[in-house]
């Protein structure tokens, strides 16, 4: 079984950056991509980012396209979202998943069997 730890989450300033880092237990053969999500107060959870684990090919949900950036660490196991430019709507408890997921599906929370507890990102105006 996937554990993954995130951290980096806090309070920001609109216009700042934080990064967030997903730290799994296990070595990749427990899944093929890893991503972001996001659930703001009283609203659905969202997708935000995701990677390939084998080819690094990203994807990203509009709203934060030029803004976020995921990568991964192989060695580490883990993987981070850098996000600039950062807004108040980007407001949210960030989670962390993993799973075995092929194509477009990736963007599906559905298909992740794994989660992080989620760290809160908090921008001001």
């Known amino acids: 079984q996937v554990r993954l730890e995130e951290s980096g989450g806090g309070l920001v300033q609109a216009g700042g950056s934080l990064r967030v880092s997903c730290a799994a237990s296990?070595?990749?053969?427990?899944?093929?991509?890893m991503g972001w999500f996001r659930q703001a107060p009283g609203k659905e959870r969202e997708f935000v980012a995701a990677?390939?684990?084998?080819?690094?090919?990203?994807y990203y949900a509009g709203s934060v396209k030029g803004r976020f950036t995921i990568s991964r660490d192989n060695a580490k196991n883990t993987v981070y979202l850098q996000m600039n430019s950062l807004k108040p709507e980007d407001t949210a408890v960030y989670f962390c998943?993993?799973?075995?997921?092929?194509?477009?599906?990736?963007?599906?929370?559905?298909?992740?069997?794994?989660w992080g507890q989620g760290t809160q990102v908090t921008v001001s105006s």
């Open positions: 990677i390939s684990w084998s080819s690094g090919t990203t």
């Open positions: 296990e070595r990749t053969f427990s899944r093929n991509a």
């Open positions: 998943a993993a799973g075995w997921v092929i194509g477009t599906a990736i963007t599906r929370s559905a298909e992740y069997g794994y």
